[in-house]
């Protein structure tokens, strides 16, 4: 099997015969990287926020987010382009695709829910299963029958963007003609002059070259208007190689963002009124940055930084600060904090790498503190992260979300299997016994913590032992939530090459049913126990089902639904203003937070009675945390 730092990535196939990135291209992207001017460029809704407003333009960070994309020698005012984009896969491609939609407005473009009115449409796909490529293929074809029916001038330029793109390169442009340019997941930047490179000239252009540095720290995406909750990339790529997954040769090597911009873009989004944030990366929890030449942090720490201004000089106090660190971070990672990075603390009890653990760790700022410091930013914000790999969860990882109240108790932990033998064939670094000690770990530091998971049925040599080592597992934890798939051969990944596919499709998915029924069983159970439990609920908006109702989501990110009526405030001091919205009886609006009383539950659904509207701090400071009404189970000791 390839070791993960023997992995080699086909650089740029942009001189790919017939297909060509234009010499303009590549100046175009040199010229990019040469030309510091800095314009200004919004975040969602089109607001934009000048970062020169609030920071020193000789202070202004490298690479901060609000910095904006560096300005191009564009020529004339052109006439805006309208531009559809439509996204397959995980919540790293919906962030992937605010990305794309930031660097295309700043270059005359803007978004479009009409593919019929589009100049361009853009495809950002996903390759990680058979089946989701399968429906991009469709969707192509009936780009293609939009496209035949327009006249020459006025047919729509059609992108294949991301993961697929990255997978099948030349294949896309040549079967069918179904695409124009092909765009990988580190191409982001060049989108414009790939369009323009092929726009009303029948050529195709592609940019698919993987980089070890991309992370579009400076780039603001743009995100729906409005919206409570945000998705921020914090790293890229992945060095894992498990022997299932096409990912680390679509997405390539992992590189981690600069914490400092990090910190920016939620900042910003807290003084947006943004409530919820999901930190992003192929392997989150891997995250490890090597303070480089940008003396952001020091800055930060000693309180003068661009962050520190952009709240005093918009009046935003509070949204908090780095300042109540001190009581909440362990004293290990307070220190290390403070000396701008951390020792390798290394990986949970019993979990190896396949790469040398002190590996980018040593002296790096690790996930602990940067997961720390961006609780830290408001303490009125929920911080969720996703996807995890269960060997990042050192100690340290869970005491901050144990001690932090606006981390979420909710973690993935996703297993894959619940065989030793079969977690050693994909070679994911641990076995059955070290995963169940970690959860054991979870839930004593942790307590009520949700825990949900990802399973793969009928990987190569799977046993029916093996398959029955994965139902028990599923019935030790008790997943909250749980995506189960079968397997799915995937070109290029180290089981396609070395192991044979050798479950008959027929036996996947039995056990594949029998997998989501011992989840349904247990988690069904569970369902019932959130039953007289109180949880703090983030208030989405009206029920689909019933527009009298409202929706939103718990700690441990179940729907919870409940009559629209108002109520009065619950917790804390009522004199003062709870929730940022109205005193007194009011009906709670999405963006509230609401103490909910579970009165009865469906399979997926919490039903309940709303006590009241409240903020994050009151309902803690009543509750101890939104699961103080829980206590761990000790199932897991017992099933094993
Ligand atoms: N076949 C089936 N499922 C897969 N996953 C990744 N690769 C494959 C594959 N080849 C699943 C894993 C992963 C999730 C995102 O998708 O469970 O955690
Ligand atoms: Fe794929 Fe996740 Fe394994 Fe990385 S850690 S190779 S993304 S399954």
């Given at each position: 099997m390839a070791s993960a730092t023997s992995l080699s990535f086909r650089a740029?196939?942009?001189?790919a015969s017939r297909v060509t990135a234009p010499a303009a291209t590549r100046r175009a992207a040199r010229k990019t990287r040469a030309a510091p001017t800095v314009r200004a460029h919004g975040p969602g809704g089109g607001v934009h926020l000048d970062p020169n407003e609030s920071i020193a333009p000789s202070r202004a960070p490298k690479g901060v987010a609000g910095a904006a994309i560096l300005d191009r020698d564009d020529g004339p005012e052109r006439e805006r382009k309208n531009v559809y984009v439509e996204t397959y896969g995980c919540q790293m491609n919906v962030n992937d695709s605010e990305v794309m939609l930031s660097v295309l407005k700043d270059r005359g473009y803007d978004e479009t829910g009409d593919m019929h009115d589009a100049d361009v449409i853009l495809v950002n796909t996903c390759a990680i299963r058979d089946k989701a490529e399968a429906k991009i293929w469709q969707r192509l074809a009936y780009f293609k029958s939009l496209r035949r029916k327009k006249k020459k001038s006025e047919k729509p330029v059609v992108g294949v963007l991301g993961c697929m793109a990255e997978r099948l390169k030349t294949q896309l442009l040549e079967a069918d003609q179904l695409a124009d340019l092909v765009a990988g997941p580190d191409a982001y930047r060049d989108l414009p002059n790939l369009i323009e490179a092929v726009a009303g000239t029948g050529e195709k252009a592609m940019n698919v070259q993987l980089s070890v540095e991309e992370t579009y720290a400076d780039i603001i995406p743009v995100r729906k208007e409005g919206a409570h909750a945000a998705f921020v990339t914090i790293m890229r790529g992945c060095d894992n190689a498990c022997a299932f997954c096409i990912v680390p040769y679509t997405r390539g090597r992992e590189r981690s963002r600069d914490p400092a911009s990090i910190e920016y873009e939620v900042r910003l989004l807290s003084e947006q009124g943004v409530k919820e944030v999901t930190l992003l990366g192929q392997n989150v929890n891997s995250y490890a940055y090597q303070e480089g030449e940008t003396d952001f942090l020091s800055m930060l720490a000693s309180g003068e930084g661009a962050v520190g201004d952009a709240a005093a000089g918009e009046g935003q106090a509070g949204a908090g600060g780095d300042g109540d660190g001190a009581g909440v971070m362990s004293a290990e990672v307070a220190a290390a904090t403070a000396a701008g990075g951390s020792p390798f603390s290394g990986y949970a009890a019993g979990f190896s790498s396949r790469y040398a653990p002190e590996r980018r760790r040593e002296g790096a700022v690790q996930f602990a503190a940067l997961l720390d410091r961006v609780a830290a930013i408001d303490p009125e914000m929920r911080v969720r992260f996703t996807s995890p790999h269960p060997k990042d969860f050192p100690d340290e990882v869970l005491e901050v979300i144990a001690r932090r109240p606006n981390v979420c108790n909710c973690l993935h932990m996703p297993a894959q299997s619940g065989s030793t033998a079969t977690l050693e064939r994909m070679a994911r670094g641990y076995t059955r016994e070290a995963y169940l000690t970690l959860i054991d770990r979870v839930k004593e530091i942790i307590p009520g913590c949700a825990i949900t998971t990802d399973i793969i049925s009928g990987f190569c040599g799977e046993t029916e032992e093996d398959h029955a080592d994965t139902v028990s597992l599923m019935k030790a934890v008790g997943y909250e939530q749980a995506f189960m798939f079968a397997y799915s051969e995937r070109d290029g990944t180290s089981a396609a090459r070395h192991q044979e596919d050798d479950v008959p499709e027929d036996v996947k998915q039995r056990r594949l049913a029998e997998v989501i029924d011992a989840f349904r069983t247990t988690a069904a159970e569970r369902q019932k126990e959130e039953v007289g439990r109180t949880h703090l609920v983030l208030v989405e908006g009206p029920s689909k089902k019933n527009e009298r109702e409202l929706t939103g989501k718990t700690d441990s990110a179940k729907w919870a639904v409940f009559a629209d009526t108002p109520v009065g405030i619950y917790g804390g001091d009522e004199d003062e203003e709870r929730t940022g919205g109205e005193k007194g009886v009011a009906t709670p609006r999405a963006g509230e937070y609401v103490a909910v009383r579970v009165t009865g539950c469906s399979t997926g659904t919490l039903f309940g009675e709303c006590l009241g509207r409240t903020t994050l701090t009151a309902f803690n400071e009543m509750h101890g945390g939104a699961y103080a009404e829980a206590k761990g189970t000790g199932a897991v000791a017992a099933a094993r």
């Open positions: 740029g196939a942009a001189g």
